[in-house]
């Protein structure tokens, strides 16, 4: 508006400079500024200000708004699922206000299974919160719609709505991108991930050649021998440690063919008759032979047991070869039933055990786990190969004698913990309120199951120092579960 | 008095005290607790040997607590007030223990000594003696002003965004001195303006011919229309007894809030809450002055309906209200049931009415209906159903949410702003009123 503009440019300048004319004024403005010019007695400024003021007014009553009917128009498609109840959106604003990543997974993750969708003014709340924690995005993903589809295309950071093909990532996406795409195929599909793998081998760096690698120990196999054989010869000295070691996981790979060939030469089970043949008398002998092939040595086999060992130089090398050899190498080698290898080990080689226990973790011997229930040894790698009774009753036998390195595997287990052992696992737990504090509880309160609030608000430090701060961590911990509670309540979980 | 969790949040100095509040809002932390018409009590197990004795008084919210903090209120005195707002039934009723009945006892004292105060006569002679004084004071400061103003724009604003701090704070100052707050408000908004954005002229001389209309005016004042007298007052500063206002008829109807927001200002909680008539087809803005620890007399929050009789005060454009009495808020009414405009060319009449009737007005809410937020030109507009656009006010922070509910369809909308500038403040979605 031009009459505006007249009052800004004097403004700007000052009334004591020379003013523009009042020539652009519009026909009421001109009446009224002459009205205004001709009382003698006002000063300039004041003769500016009132007419400003009155072309102020004049600005504001004949505001009109822009006019531009040829927008594109863009509305988000309808809904196929129904909303979230608004029980279970109240919720979920609590949830929020507590900015607990792991109860909005469980929240959504519930949503998501009783095919409902949220509310859409919290979509905004929740997509932001799927940029902090990229573990949600799928499940934001499926619980937002179309509505939540739709503002992902108008809002760039929330851009992961669309999600490329997995092909697409793994041809043109970041290195960190295309190593989680390579390890996802590997579970699914170990054998196209492996092809991936080396089409595109000769154009990888040699950085980015040994993380790729490293996916393949997702579920090596017999089928990946041939390739991996081959990258022995690599230039890369890291590349050629990784190829080793998974072919170190694979049995029939010439490395594991190698210890095996040693040990059917050095462990040999002695069956020999005593008290005029009345009796066998069995023993297994451990003796490496005089010329071992050097090359073993530089697989990985320590030659040298250490100053403080209880081993023999002799017998660490063959404790190592013994935990690299599958299990199974001991059936034909002993001529025996997995129980009767077991027990000869148990009776005969005792301090070889181990050396079986960690054979059946790399080699994954789900049948042999179940000799090794009673052995003194803790074996995380069996939690794997286990269901989820056999965890917990694992578990449990170790928690009196080594209650934080049990927490530790107990905290990656993939499912809730049943009643009996979350109180268990608990009760170690008041005893270490520093460690296991608000935070933890926060991070990890998917563990815990929601019925246990009763137990739990018994559950009281040993130490009376430190129950003050327990009771923090649990009070913390009863909200937590009050809401877990009231979200599985929510969606009739 | 029965406060609402958003009520109870409203009263913490300090996100950290929400928080912390919200977690000593578990019956597991109090070990003794009751209540009574008069107080809600409890003690609470800290730190300490001893449990914290936190009370509140429920006939005018006050808080005391033992512990050490010096926040206020504590966070035991909001963690007790959610917990009974949530659990109301684990607060026995029962007698008030000595700690409690003492500091009930004393606060009720004080408060009779207060309305025998009030209820001395008031000397007339020496109110109007008061009155002329003030108007003198009042006078010679916009005196000053309209010096102060034209010095502006003689110099040429050019060189306004150099001067510090103290040239607006002298003005204000001086103006306070005058007793005319209003305009020490206007002095002070006068040089917040922003003068980093481009156009900064544009909006500092609104802000100057606003202050320069209503200084000028009260030179004129007596022949000027008594109702827009009362409106160059109040701008000035001048208050209107609200105890009077009570006394005079009002408009009762049923009330939508249809937003409220809440600033500080120095230790005072400033909170506008903006109603809307779905009979009267009125606007009114409610304002309360709430001191930090204190509940404001009214509980309002934004989508609620109230049927309330408002009396406004005194202005050729009806909008400041006080609520004279109201009672149980209503269920929420659909979009259909509300006058709105129809688009941006009737907000553009309606808006050339009130400026024409008060041109220093302040912004005001409007409800408008079939309204989608637009993208344009890289910025956010609202497009009506004929085409026409206004800006979505820059400094609106829930444009996801607006576009999130809207999903690329009209909706019926209450926004606050002027000429071609609003802020949203709520939308109907799904025959819900839902604040923005």
Known sequence: MKAWEYVINTAMLGTDKPMPGNAELPDEIVEIAAMIDAVESSDKEAKFLQKAAAIYNYRQCGFAPVEQKELPTNIAPEEIKLYCSEEAAKILSDILNEDNAALLELWLSCCNNSEKLLLPEVLPAVLDAALKDKMLQPLVVACSGNRGLWLSKLNPPWDYFGALLDEEIWQTGKPDERVDVLENLRQINPEQAREWLQQ??????????????????????????????????????????EALALLKLIPGSSIVNQYQDLLKESVILKKEKALLRMMTKISIQQKLPLNVDESIFKSGIEKLAGQKATFTDESFILYQLISAVPPLFWEKQFESAPAQVFEYFE?????????????????KQKEWIAYFLDQPGFYPDFLDMMTINEQEKYLARFLKTDAQNTIHYAL?????????????????????????????FSKHIRLIPAGIVNQLEKIESKDAN???????????????????????????? | MQLTEDQIHALAPDEASKKAGRDLASPAKWVTKGINQQALWGECQGSGSKPYQTQVDLTAIAFKCSCPSRKFPCKHGLGLLLLCARQPGLFPNTDMPAWVNDWISKRSEKEEKKTEKAEKPVDEVAQAKRQQSREQKVSSGIN??????????????????????????????????????????????????????????????????????????????????????????????????????????????????IGKESRDEQQITVE??????????????????????????????????????????????????????????????????????????????????????????????????????????????????????????????????????????????TMIGKENEYRPLGVWHQNNYKPI
């Open chain 1, 412 to 440: 990656r287990l993939n499912h809730e913990w049943g009643t009996e052992f979350a109180i268990m696992v608990l009760r170690e737990m008041a005893n270490h309120p520093y460690e296991y504090n608000r935070a933890f």
């Open chain 2, 144 to 257: 000053e002003l309209l010096i102060w103003i034209k010095d502006i724009v003689r110099n040429g604003i050019l060189t306004v965004p150099e001067k510090g701090g103290a040239y607006w704070d002298n003005m204000a100052r001086r103006m306070v001195d005058a007793q005319a707050s209003g305009l020490a408000a206007m002095v002070k908004n006068l040089g917040a303006t922003n003068f980093w954005n481009e156009g900064w002229q544009s909006s500092f001389m609104d802000k100057l011919l606003q202050l320069y209309l209503v200084a000028e005016s009260y030179q004129y004042l007596p022949g000027i229309n008594p109702l827009l007298q009362q409106d160059i007052r109040s701008a000035i500063g001048f208050t209107v007894n609200q105890e009077d206002l009570k006394k005079q008829s009002g408009i009762t109807d049923t009330w939508l809030v």
């Open chain 2, 272 to 413: 506008q809450n903006w109603l809307y008539g779905l009979k009267s087809n009125q606007y009114a803005l409610v304002l309360q002055f709430i001191a930090r620890g204190q509940v404001g007399q009214l509980s309002l929050s934004a989508g609620m309906h109230l049927d309330a009789e408002l009396s406004y005060f005194p202005s050729v454009v009806p909008y400041r209200a006080v609520v004279k009495n109201y009672s149980g808020a209503k269920s929420a009414g659909a979009a259909n049931d509300i006058k709105s405009f129809t688009g941006w060319e009737q907000v553009a009449a309606h808006e050339t009415e009130l400026n024409s009737k008060l041109p220093f007005r302040n912004e005001m809410p409007v409800v408008v209906s079939a309204l989608k937020p637009v993208q344009y030109q890289k910025q956010w507009w609202l497009q009506d159903q004929k085409g026409f656009l206004c800006h979505i006010a820059p400094d609106f922070k829930n444009i996801w949410q607006l576009m999130a509910l809207s999903g690329g369809k009209p909706l019926t909308m």
């Open chain 1, 347 to 363: 009776k005969y080689a005792n301090d070889k055990v181990p050396a079986l226990g960690l054979a059946i973790s790399r080699f």
């Open chain 1, 466 to 493: 430190l129950q003050n701060s327990w009771k923090k961590g649990k009070d913390h911990l009863i909200k937590l579960l009050g809401l877990k509670q009231q979200t599985l309540k929510a969606f009739n979980a």
């Open chain 1, 200 to 241: 595109t081998w000769a154009q990888e760096t040699a950085a980015s050649k040994v993380d790729l690698l490293k996916t393949l120990r997702v579920n090596a196999g017999a089928t990946d021998l041939e390739w991996l054989e081959g990258l022995l010869n690599e230039k890369g000295q890291k590349v050629k440690d």
